[in-house]
């Protein structure tokens, strides 16, 4: 299969009704997500979705004004390259979750 069967399966688990108690203990998932868009297992536009992206921002500025790593290579590029490539990086990363 492909990525298309998997969406289409996604879509079809959509459409199925929301499992009873006894088939939620079970380990049942079928049917919307309560607080997705449109019910949407792949969506980043939910509470949950909103939350993994401020964590992910917060934790990946943490990663960068404390690893030292990155401060050694702005320091040793010199400041024409190390503008273009941090510019460069930083369009590269926001493409990511689109």
Do not use: C
């Not at 990525?3 to 399966?9: K, N």
């Not at 380990?27 to 964590?55: C, E, K, R, W």
């Amino acid at each position: 299969g492909g990525s298309g069967i998997v969406w289409e399966r996604l879509q079809f688990i959509v459409q199925l009704p929301t499992p009873t108690a006894f088939q939620t203990e079970l380990g049942y998932h079928q049917g919307p997500v309560s607080d997705n868009f449109s019910g949407s297992y792949i969506t980043m536009i939910s509470a949950d979705g909103l939350m993994f992206g401020v964590i992910n921002i917060v934790g990946n500025f943490g990663t960068v004004f404390v690893d030292q790593s990155y401060w050694q290579s702005a320091i040793a590029a010199s400041p024409a390259s190390a503008h273009k490539g941090y510019l460069l990086g930083g369009l590269v990363w926001f493409t990511i979750p689109f």
